[in-house]
């Protein structure tokens, strides 16, 4: 059974940073292959892919919106995927959800985070000004 549980979330005033982490279980075989990523969605308003990654290679993808302020980084060894957020702002603010596509692959971009058949349970980040 694939579980993806984040953790890491809180409330900052802008300008502040958050690190968050996915610790994935039920992909051993296939956490260092591929896709992975955040995604966020705030009240009323549609899910936003933020950041993705392909684990295999490292290559990453970021929405306009959090470049040069969010980076994405892999852990294989503990199976955990990370999103460090620096220079927040009060439209960061969002429910930030861990994904993977249900079948492993090489393509990586923000849609497929979004539409990821596997995700967890969220984790809330609260940015205030």
């Known amino acids: 059974q694939v579980r993806l549980v984040e953790s890491g979330g809180g409330s900052v005033q802008a300008g502040g940073s958050l690190r968050l982490s996915c610790v994935t279980s039920?992909?051993?075989?296939?956490?260092?292959?591929?896709?992975m990523g955040w995604f966020r969605q705030a009240p009323g308003k549609e899910r936003e892919g933020v950041a993705s990654i392909f684990t295999g290679t490292g290559t990453t993808y970021f929405a306009d919106s959090v470049k040069g302020r969010f980076t994405i980084s892999q852990d294989n060894a503990k199976r955990t995927l990370y999103l460090e957020m620096n220079s927040l702002k009060p439209e960061d603010s969002a429910m930030y959800y861990c994904?993977?596509?249900?079948?492993?692959?090489?393509?990586?971009?923000?849609?497929?985070?979004?539409?990821?058949?596997?995700r967890g349970q969220g984790t809330q980040v609260t940015v205030s000004s």
């Open positions: 994904a993977t596509p249900s079948v492993p692959s090489s393509e990586c971009s923000l849609e497929v985070i979004t539409g990821s058949a596997y």
């Open positions: 039920g992909l051993p075989n296939t956490f260092s292959r591929r896709c």
